[in-house]
């Protein structure tokens, strides 16, 4: 008998799995807003070799140089680094 009620138990729980969805894959359409949002992102993001890139690269580049010629540590540095790149 305890081995009917185990595999009746095992049943049910392997039903109440499939049917509830627990091993559903879900489609393009019911993507999570947060996976719809990181590819808009990767959309919209600029293309690495682009020339506004190459730039920006630059300047932060001179602005490393500067700040460690000036010796800049820690919170200065940090500061430093975010005014320059603007």
């Known amino acids: ?5 185990i595999s009746f138990l095992a049943l049910m729980f392997a039903f109440a799995s499939v049917s509830s969805g627990a091993f559903a894959q879900t489609t393009p359409a019911q993507k999570s807003k947060m996976e ?14 682009s020339p506004a890139m190459q730039q920006a ?3 932060q580049a001179d602005c490393k140089k ?3 010629a ?3 540590t820690g919170s200065e540095r940090k500061k430093f680094m975010a ?3 603007k």
């Open 1 to 5: 008998m305890p081995r009917l009620a």
């Open 36 to 49: 719809q949002t990181s590819e808009k992102k990767m959309k919209n993001s600029e293309d690495p070799s």
């Open 57 to 59: 690269a630059a300047k």
């Open 66 to 68: 500067q700040a460690k």
């Open 70 to 72: 000036k010796k800049l």
């Open 83 to 85: 005014d320059c790149t």
